[in-house]
Every structure is written in C-alpha cells, then in structure tokens.
C-alpha cells in the first residue's frame, strides 16, 4: 500500500537527467524546489525562444 495518497501527497511525474519519466510522491521542500525548477525551465525555453527570434531578425 503506497502512503503518498493516504498523507496528502500529489503523484507527480519527474523527468529525470536522461529523459525518463519518474512517477512518484513529492512532498514538502521538494515539491516547492520541483515547482520552481518546472518554472525556471519554461522561462530559459521562453527566452532562448526570444533570442533565436530576435537572431533570425538581423
């Protein structure tokens, strides 16, 4: 029996360094640091987006 659901915790899937998809609970100070890390990442593909853009317009 998995305690993750019984303890209020989100199953989240995790894409690890090599690309495969983790299933698990987070909880706490990693759910926070997965969250900001998702978040970061959608910025860094937002501005090189905006860089390759702005390359293709000179």
Known sequence: MELGPLMGMPKTD???A???ILTGYIHGEHALT???SRALLRRIAEL???VSQL????
């Open 34 to 36: 997965l969250s900001l």
């Open 55 to 58: 390359q293709q317009e000179k």
């Open 48 to 50: 090189e987006a905006k």
């Open 18 to 20: 090599s690309g495969r």
């Open 14 to 16: 995790v894409e690890d």
